[in-house]
């Protein structure tokens, strides 16, 4: 990569300090002829299964969340579900367009095309995510204020 002299390196470090304040593994900036990937290696010797959230709010970090006897068995890997929704960028996810309102949708819900599913909170623009079609929501697989990867799953709608 050849750097100009109209190069910004605080771009470099300020989507560094973003890699780090979100824990996320990597992120990209493109800007006219400038394109900026910066990652991280990170390495893991367990597999990580994404739990099931019935509900937008977190659970407490003490205490994973637990599949009941009642529940019949989950998809394991909802990424393969063709209901998914997946986040189409890196940032933060929300449920509601502020702490005090209630989130755009539920497990269960019944959403048409278009309508508002959640918010991606990514370089502090707010980008609402909508319906791709009309459905019910069966799934929500994110918790409110975490950070998410390009591709995450967040909602599975049926």
Do not use: C
């Amino acid at each position: 990569m050849t750097i100009s002299p109209s190069f910004d390196d605080q771009i470099v470090r300020k989507l560094a300090e973003i890699l780090n304040e979100t824990h996320l593994t990597e992120i990209e900036y493109e800007m006219g002829e400038i394109r900026v990937r910066v990652a991280r290696q990170v390495s893991s010797t367990a597999n990580v299964q994404i739990p099931h959230f019935a509900h937008p709010s977190p659970a407490p970090a003490s205490s994973p969340a637990q599949a009941t006897a009642e529940e019949p068995a989950k998809i394991l890997d909802w990424s393969q579900h063709p209901g998914v929704i997946k986040a189409p960028m890196v940032g933060t996810v929300y449920s509601s367009a502020n702490p005090s309102s209630p989130p755009f949708v539920q497990a269960g819900s019944q959403v048409t095309k278009g309508q508002t599913l959640l918010i991606i909170e990514a370089m502090k623009v707010m980008n609402q995510i909508r319906a791709p079609r009309d459905g019910k929501v069966i799934e929500i697989l994110f918790h409110d204020g975490e950070p998410v990867e390009y591709d995450h799953p967040l909602i599975i709608i049926e």
